[in-house]
């Protein structure tokens, strides 16, 4: 088992790494982590290559990712929440994923081949709320075949109590973990 992790955050020891080490712990299998703001992907410049050309003109360190996506077997997208999204690093590695709805819309293929199954870890501690994030998450999700996509685990109170602590969220790192590797959700 093969699972591909979008790590949002900047903070190497912040809430969203805790949960992502916890992740870990529960999984078995091979697994690639793409931390946003380590890895020097460009976002997307439009360029429109991909409109007529399998792949994408940037050479960066998404070629790496988007060979993974084509062979994992689950993804995750992890993401502190800044104004009610996930983070702007974040957003430009994943507008690299522009190829695939490309390779859809306008060539008419099937850029990842293989279904796969998806969760969405977010953690936040403003006014704000999920469902922006999670819709945008999904939408990446579903442009990278994800079919079968694990319900939210989120911690939204990271202002006073840190996510590792929060055991509905714990509870839900547990179930993506038995869901990613097929055991039944206890």
Not at 110 to 120: I, L, R, Y
């Given at each position: 088992?093969?699972?591909?992790i979008?790590?949002?955050?900047?903070?190497?020891?912040?809430?969203?790494?805790?949960?992502?080490?916890?992740?870990l712990?529960e999984?078995?299998?091979?697994y690639?982590?793409?931390?946003?703001?380590?890895?020097?992907?460009?976002?997307?410049?439009?360029?429109?290559?991909?409109?007529?050309?399998?792949?994408?003109?940037?050479?960066?360190?998404?070629?790496?990712?988007?060979?993974?996506?084509?062979?994992?077997?689950?993804?995750?997208?992890?993401?502190?929440?800044?104004?009610?999204?996930?983070?702007?690093?974040?957003?430009?590695?994943?507008?690299?994923?522009?190829?695939?709805?490309?390779?859809?819309?306008?060539?008419?293929?099937?850029?990842?081949?293989?279904?796969?199954?998806?969760?969405?870890?977010?953690?936040?501690?403003?006014?704000?709320?999920?469902?922006?994030?999670?819709?945008?998450?999904?939408?990446?999700?579903?442009?990278?075949?994800?079919?079968?996509?694990?319900?939210l685990?989120?911690?939204?109170?990271?202002?006073?109590?840190?996510?590792?602590?929060?055991?509905?969220?714990?509870?839900?790192?547990?179930?993506?973990?038995?869901?990613?590797?097929?055991?039944?959700?206890?």
């Amino acid at each position: 088992m093969k699972t591909l992790i979008f790590n949002g955050s900047p903070r190497k020891c912040g809430d969203t790494v805790s949960l992502i080490e916890k992740l870990l712990e529960e999984l078995s299998g091979e697994y690639l982590i793409v931390n946003a703001y380590d890895e020097g992907i460009s976002p997307c410049v439009d360029c429109r290559y991909c409109w007529e050309h399998d792949g994408c003109s940037i050479k960066d360190g998404m070629q790496k990712v988007y060979d993974y996506i084509q062979e994992c077997d689950n993804i995750v997208i992890a993401s502190p929440i800044y104004f009610s999204e996930l983070t702007g690093k974040l957003l430009d590695v994943s507008s690299r994923l522009q190829r695939y709805f490309c390779a859809r819309t306008f060539r008419g293929e099937t850029p990842v081949a293989k279904h796969k199954k998806g969760a969405v870890i977010l953690v936040g501690g403003g006014d704000g709320n999920m469902d922006k994030a999670f819709d945008t998450a999904c939408t990446l999700l579903h442009h990278m075949n994800c079919r079968d996509i694990h319900e939210l685990i989120s911690c939204h109170n990271t202002n006073s109590q840190p996510a590792i602590e929060d055991e509905t969220v714990l509870r839900g790192i547990r179930d993506v973990a038995r869901n990613f590797s097929g055991q039944a959700i206890l």
